[in-house]
């Protein structure tokens, strides 16, 4: 069960990001132009590959629990999650960047 939440989790993060991105792609290119249209497509893209990455968990986790080996996959649960932080990161410095030059 507990793949399963970790799996609905990833992909309601995903949902989140992708209706943020549509919400800025309607409000942020008035305010910001071109960089508006760039930071909401960039949100979009990022929310594929999250979607995308928990149904390769998912995927592979049921793939491991079904194997007597016990492998484990994470390192690249650690490079995406940091990846992710990261991202949340660069997107709120360029918040706080947006918010300070006004």
């Not at 792609?25 to 594929?48: C, D, E, F, H, N």
Request: charged residues 15%; positive net charge.
């Amino acid at each position: 069960m507990q793949a399963e939440r970790t799996s609905l989790a990833w992909r309601r993060t995903a949902l989140s990001v992708a209706v943020g991105s549509l919400a800025g792609l309607r409000v942020l290119p008035p305010q910001l132009g071109a960089l508006g249209y760039a930071v909401s497509i960039l949100g979009l893209l990022w929310s594929l590959d999250l979607a995308l990455s928990a149904r390769r968990r998912y995927r592979d986790g049921q793939r491991l629990l079904g194997a007597a080996g016990g492998a484990t996959t994470a390192g690249t649960t650690v490079a995406r999650t940091a990846l992710t932080s990261g991202g949340f990161a660069l997107v709120a410095l360029v918040a706080l960047v947006l918010l300070v030059r006004r």
